[in-house]
């Protein structure tokens, strides 16, 4: 989920770090090694958690934000964020939305936990129930990080829809390699996780890997998102309304 401008520096004074305490837990699904979980949002609440996460792109806080990709059709309100049923819940639907002077013909839900946790390094995991158009993934749905300068800082695409497989990316100065992996991971629930360590990022759906990019690795810290984005492009694959769930947010280091 490519931005479409270098993201704003964080308004702490420091880098921000997690507030949670490190705790050991069970390893990531599929990914070797001992691991520490540092980061969890379990979603068991009936309310996002304001201290772990924005629920909105970048603004003041409450408002309805622009996209952040300029491809996409929807606007992102913290109308379309909620937390029952033990899952987080990211809703698209079909609203025009003025921001900025520009009317978009959807609006949908984001979070980021930009500000509040960012992270180098380490094993990043979401279980998600992706929206579907029959066997395909449905609209631009994505789990992935960034960094506070784009493309600079990184960005890592653990999951990115794209007409209708589920892939992954490694954005940065070096450019934005990446894949798609075989087989449907839409319309039911499935564990996306990588591991990011120096020099590479590996990436595993269900706990199998599906893919390795090893040039242009970054080391700065990043941040957190989720969002249930559409692009009008891929209407052979688009479905509104659509909700986005999730079930858990971990990270764990060595």
């Given at each position: ?58 603004g ?84 992935w ?7 600079t ?33 839409s ?32 080391s700065a ?20 309304p ?6 858990y ?6």
């Amino acid at each position: 989920m490519t931005s479409s401008a270098p993201s704003p520096t964080s308004t702490s004074a420091s880098t921000p770090t997690s507030s949670a305490t490190s705790t050991t837990a069970a390893a990531p699904v599929g990914i070797p090694g001992t691991w520490n979980r540092v980061f969890s949002d379990e979603f068991n609440g009936t309310s996002l958690d304001g201290s772990k996460w924005n629920s909105n792109w970048f603004g003041c806080s409450g408002c309805v934000t622009k996209p952040v990709n300029s491809a996409e059709a929807s606007a992102y309100s913290p109308s379309q964020v909620s937390v029952s049923d033990g899952s987080l819940h990211l809703k698209l639907i079909e609203q025009p939305t003025t921001v900025g002077g520009k009317t978009y013909p959807y609006v949908s839900g984001l979070v980021n936990s930009n500000g509040k946790a960012q992270f180098t390094y380490g094993a990043f995991e979401a279980r998600i129930y992706a929206p579907s158009s029959g066997t395909k993934m449905a609209n631009w749905p994505a789990f992935w990080t960034d960094g506070q300068n784009w493309p600079t800082d990184g960005e890592m695409d653990i999951l990115e829809g794209l007409g209708g497989s589920a892939c992954y990316h490694f954005h940065s100065d070096a450019g934005g390699p990446g894949g798609c992996a075989s087989g449907t991971y839409s319309g039911g629930w499935h564990t996306f996780g990588a591991e990011w360590k120096q020099g590479s990022v590996t990436y595993y759906y269900d706990g199998k890997q599906v893919g390795q990019i090893t040039s242009g690795i970054t080391s700065a810290p990043m941040y957190l998102i989720l969002n249930n984005g559409i692009n009008p492009d891929h209407s052979g694959t688009n479905v509104v309304p659509a909700d986005m769930m999730v079930d858990y947010v971990r990270v764990w280091q060595h």
